[in-house]
């Protein structure tokens, strides 16, 4: 493999406690703001309110020595290869997190319900596209 992952900025939110913060966005994850490196502005320039948006992040606090886990920490449930969970830890913590944009401010951009840690390295945005037909 070639190059490496860049951080292209950071979230800011109120979420601070790994333990404590919603596992899903729709599980009272709060509003939180992406703020962009200044030097990639213009990628984000036909962003607008109302889009939605897949935001990578890098989770940062994650264990990347873990290959398998009781699936949400519950261990009544069967021990789980991470690559059938979303648990955060494992071998490269890479967050997908669907959001909507409410406000662009510049390199600011406040988005809905995101379920990441105050601090977390961003490494992408890309839109949410239509899904296809199935069959096509």
Same mark, same amino acid.
């Given at each position: 493999? $070639?190059?490496?992952?860049?951080?292209?900025?950071?979230?800011?939110?109120?979420? $601070?406690?790994?333990?404590?913060?919603?596992?899903?966005?729709?599980? *009272?994850?709060?509003?939180? +703001?992406?703020?962009?490196?200044?030097?990639?502005?213009?990628?984000?320039?036909?962003?607008?309110?109302? =889009?939605?948006?897949?935001?990578?992040? +890098?989770?940062?606090?994650?264990?990347?020595?873990?290959?398998?886990?009781?699936?949400?920490? =519950?261990?009544?449930?069967?021990?789980? *290869?991470?690559?059938?969970?979303?648990?955060?830890?494992?071998?490269?913590?890479? *967050?997908?997190? $669907?959001?909507?944009?409410?406000?662009?401010?510049?390199?600011?951009?406040?988005?809905?319900?995101?379920?990441?840690?105050? *601090?977390?390295?961003?490494?992408?945005?890309?839109?949410?596209?239509?899904?296809?037909?199935?069959?096509?």
């Amino acid at each position: 493999m $070639t190059g490496e992952l860049r951080v292209i900025g950071t979230v800011r939110s109120t979420l $601070t406690d790994r333990a404590a913060a919603p596992r899903q966005a729709d599980e *009272g994850a709060p509003d939180a +703001w992406i703020v962009l490196d200044d030097d990639v502005a213009p990628a984000a320039a036909d962003l607008r309110a109302g =889009d939605e948006l897949v935001v990578v992040t +890098w989770l940062h606090e994650a264990d990347r020595d873990v290959l398998v886990t009781h699936p949400r920490d =519950d261990t009544t449930r069967p021990p789980t *290869g991470v690559f059938s969970t979303r648990s955060p830890d494992r071998p490269n913590p890479l *967050g997908l997190h $669907t959001t909507r944009v409410l406000e662009v401010d510049g390199v600011r951009l406040h988005v809905d319900a995101l379920e990441a840690l105050d *601090g977390t390295p961003v490494v992408d945005l890309k839109p949410v596209l239509p899904r296809r037909p199935q069959g096509r």
